[in-house]
């Protein structure tokens, strides 16, 4: 998943105005929570047919950090 995709996709799970998300956004700041990792795990699995781990994704601080739960699933496909 590029960056311009990962970026906009955090941006519309967390219901943010398009453009604000950087990828050292913190999650906090976005009030990331267990709804928006179980609307994140489905976007990911639609858009690229890959499963994120949920622990590695509890683990994850900021949006690069959901990037590398991505990049992970996705060089174990």
């Known amino acids: 998943m ?3 995709s990962l970026l906009r996709m955090v941006e519309a ?3 943010v105005a398009p453009g604000t ?3 050292e ?3 906090d700041a976005l009030n990331w929570d267990s709804l928006a990792n179980l609307g994140f795990i489905s976007e990911v699995d639609s858009a690229l047919d890959v499963t994120v ?3 590695q994704l ?3 601080a ?3 950090d959901l990037g590398a739960v991505v990049r992970d ?3 174990g496909k």
């Open 25 to 27: 956004t913190e999650l």
């Open 62 to 64: 900021t949006v690069a």
């Open 21 to 23: 998300v950087t990828l």
């Open 73 to 75: 699933a996705t060089n």
């Open 53 to 55: 781990s949920a622990e």
């Open 13 to 15: 799970i967390a219901e």
């Open 2 to 4: 590029d960056e311009e």
């Open 58 to 60: 509890s683990k994850a």
